[in-house]
């Protein structure tokens, strides 16, 4: 017969104290196994008698989940072994638990997944999630937590700690949430957690991104930009090069703008691949793009040569060096762009990233979603209709004029 009791399993730890271990145990045939769940609890804080962490504990509702999800656990495992008839004993009962869960806490999976986007030299990535990771790091308090704890509950909790204390917007919020998704998804794969703790979904915790205003520049702005006056190979001349050359060739990402080889112009065509997913591409040159090149090619060395200079010291295969160098070569070129607004005379944020903005913003509705998901080079045509529909409001403005005029 076998017999399941939550309890309070002491230790005597390095210093000579007692800690007091959370844990489960099981009693087959007068012989005892503990399953452990990796949590401290002080005695002060332990009901013997109900089994269960008291309500005066902080965390008590999410201990006394850990405690039932595991217990059931167990108690699920012993029900199969006596419906089928089979001898076992306490011990194989906890081993074959601690078999099944591989006993990874989630800060020890997200480590092996920094390490493997570092492997991979995925540096963005990599410092990005961390970043994410450690934001729930600072809610738990670098409590080493299991998967079964990240529950719906304490997820809600983290929501308001982000947007309330930390004061990370929707978005960035949701972002961490995609993060701890990710790695939960890995998990289940792995057999370290089972499906039901999934707390994601339907009837669950969802992941919703707010709507975003992107706001382009319009033809008369463009035009502005291009007609200023500056200095031939001063750093805000260089800036607007590059700014341009974004523009012109459907808003390609800086950073892929940065990355750019000789090698990559074949003939009157472009042909590169897209860091950000891998997709290729291939686009004839406007001749606004080869005036641009004109004065770059000067200094090209090799075919290999990248056409910006922004990059041209680094070495090719020191790929954490490029990532920091991009970096930092953004956040110059986003200042400077704020010096060409000013000269412009435009009362608009203007950012690398607003390149790709201005020309959805100007291709409206001239030109059809399809071939606009080609030169944007998005995967699906919905994020297409999605992104264009920030910039295309005449239908809106005629519907809205229509309705308010009815007195004229």
């Known amino acids: 017969m076998a017999t399941l009791k939550t309890v309070l399993h002491p230790k005597i730890n390095k210093k000579g104290t007692k800690d007091y271990r959370l844990a489960i145990r099981l009693t087959v045939n007068r012989k005892r196994s503990y399953y452990h769940l990796g949590q401290k609890v002080e005695p002060k804080f332990w009901d013997a008698p109900g089994e269960k962490v008291k309500s005066s504990h902080s965390r008590h509702k999410q201990l006394n989940r850990l405690i039932r999800k595991k217990y059931d656990e167990i108690e699920d495992v012993i029900f199969e072994l006596e419906a089928s008839k089979h001898d076992y004993t306490a011990k194989q009962v906890i081993d074959s638990i601690r078999k099944n869960t591989k006993k990874l806490s989630f800060f020890e999976l997200a480590d092996e997944h920094i390490e493997d986007l570092t492997k991979a030299k995925n540096h963005n990535r990599a410092i990005s999630d961390k970043s994410k990771i450690n934001r729930l790091k600072e809610f738990a308090k670098n409590r080493n937590l299991t998967f079964e704890e990240i529950d719906e509950d304490l997820l809600k909790k983290m929501k308001i700690y982000l947007r309330n204390t930390v004061g990370l917007s929707e978005r960035s919020v949701m972002n961490v949430f995609v993060m701890i998704r990710l790695l939960y998804n890995s998990a289940i794969s792995k057999k370290i957690v089972d499906q039901k703790f999934y707390p994601f979904g339907r009837d669950k915790i969802k992941i919703k991104y707010p709507q975003t205003i992107k706001i382009g520049l319009n033809e008369s702005e463009i035009r502005n930009i291009e007609n200023l006056d500056l200095k031939q190979g001063s750093a805000i001349w260089h800036t607007r090069n590059v700014f341009l050359f974004s523009f012109y060739l459907a808003g390609i990402r800086i950073s892929d703008v940065l990355r750019m080889r000789w090698s990559y112009i074949v003939g009157d065509r472009l042909y590169y691949k897209m860091s950000k997913n891998d997709k290729a591409d291939s686009l004839r040159l406007p001749t606004a793009v080869n005036d641009i090149l004109a004065y770059y090619i000067e200094d090209k060395r090799t075919s290999s040569d990248y056409i910006f200079p ?77 992104y264009q529909g920030n910039f295309i409001h005449k239908n809106a403005d005629e519907a809205l004029d229509a309705i308010i005029n009815f007195s004229k």
């Open 310 to 386: 922004e990059l041209k010291t680094i070495p090719v295969q020191d790929s954490k060096a490029i990532y920091t160098r991009i970096k930092t070569s953004i956040k110059r070129l986003n200042d400077n762009l704020a010096k060409i607004a000013n000269q412009a005379e435009i009362n608009k944020k203007i950012t690398n990233h607003i390149a790709r903005h201005s020309f959805g913003n100007i291709a409206g509705d001239k030109v059809s979603p399809q071939m606009l998901q080609k030169l944007y080079r998005h995967t699906h045509l919905s994020t297409t209709i999605g």
